[in-house]
C-alpha cells in the first residue's frame, strides 16, 4: 500500500515507498552526464558520466575533469555499479546498487545504500 503525505497542500510519497521507474528502454537511457547536486544546473558538484562500454568516470563539474573511474549496468529499475577508484587502479565488480524511484528522461531519483535518496540531472 502508498503511503501519501501532503506537504503544503501538494501529494508528495514518502521516502519509503518505491515507486514504479518510468522504463525508458534498455541501459543506454542513461548514457551520458549526470549531476548529483539536486538542481537542473550543472555548475558545479559531482557527477557521473555513463558510458556505453559499461564503465563511469566520477567527474568535477564544471570542468568535467575524471577523477576517478568505475563500472555499471542497469537491470529493471536497479542501476548496478563499482566504487570509482583513480584511473591506475582497476574498479571492482559492480556490487554496489541504486534503485531508481522516479525516472524521467533527464531527472533521476534514486535510493542509495541505507536508502540514501539521490537526486539526478542530465547534464547538456
Known amino acids: 500500500m ?15 515507498e518505491h515507486l514504479p521507474g518510468q522504463h525508458l528502454g534498455s541501459k543506454t537511457d542513461l548514457i551520458g552526464i549526470w549531476s548529483f547536486d539536486a538542481r537542473s544546473g550543472c555548475k558545479t558538484g559531482t557527477a557521473w558520466e ?3 562500454d559499461g564503465s563511469y568516470n566520477e567527474i568535477s563539474l564544471p570542468d568535467r575533469a575524471p577523477q576517478a573511474t568505475g563500472t555499471w549496468y542497469e537491470r529493471g529499475d536497479i542501476i548496478f555499479y563499482s566504487l570509482a577508484r583513480p584511473e591506475t587502479v ?15 528522461p533527464d531527472r533521476l531519483v534514486a535510493l542509495g545504500g541505507r536508502r540514501v535518496r539521490h537526486v539526478m540531472h542530465r547534464c547538456p
Open 50 to 52: 555513463f558510458r556505453a
Open 90 to 104: 582497476a574498479p571492482g565488480r559492480p556490487d554496489k546498487r541504486m534503485v531508481i524511484i522516479e525516472r524521467e
Open 2 to 16: 502508498a503511503v501519501i503525505a501532503a506537504v503544503g497542500g501538494l501529494a508528495q510519497p514518502s521516502v519509503a
